[in-house]
């Protein structure tokens, strides 16, 4: 049974950085596509960014576009989410995810695993 589990959440001031990780257990993900979601209270899940299997493409929410990044280590089994000049609206749980195929997708339906999810709070 595939697990994931995110860590790197945290407290930032506005403009402030944050490097969320997402490491499998139990299976690869070597060839699944990934996505990292986020819910905000009081809001439903969202998608903020996916990756191929290969890591060769890449697709972000346009809220986050230019600020954060996301990356994968096939060989740790390890998914990355790199966001940089945060704001307060970007506070959220932030989930990753892997998709039942190599791509990554938008749509939540698309996602067989999911992790328990990772608190990140910025402040103004």
């Known amino acids: 049974q595939l697990q994931l589990v995110e860590s790197g959440g945290g407290l930032v001031q506005a403009g402030g950085s944050l490097r969320l990780s997402c490491v499998a257990s139990?299976?690869?993900?070597?060839?699944?596509?990934m996505g990292w979601f986020r819910q905000a209270p009081g809001k439903e899940r969202d998608f903020v960014a996916g990756i191929s299997w290969t890591g060769g493409n890449t697709g972000y929410v346009d809220s986050v576009k230019g600020r954060f990044t996301i990356s994968r280590d096939n060989a740790k089994n390890t998914v990355y989410l790199q966001m940089n000049s945060l704001k307060p609206e970007d506070t959220a749980v932030y989930f990753c995810a892997a998709s039942r195929g190599s791509l990554y997708y938008t749509s939540q339906s698309m996602y067989d695993y999911w992790g328990q999810g990772t608190q990140v709070t910025v402040s103004s």
């Open positions: 139990g299976r690869t993900v070597k060839f699944a596509g």
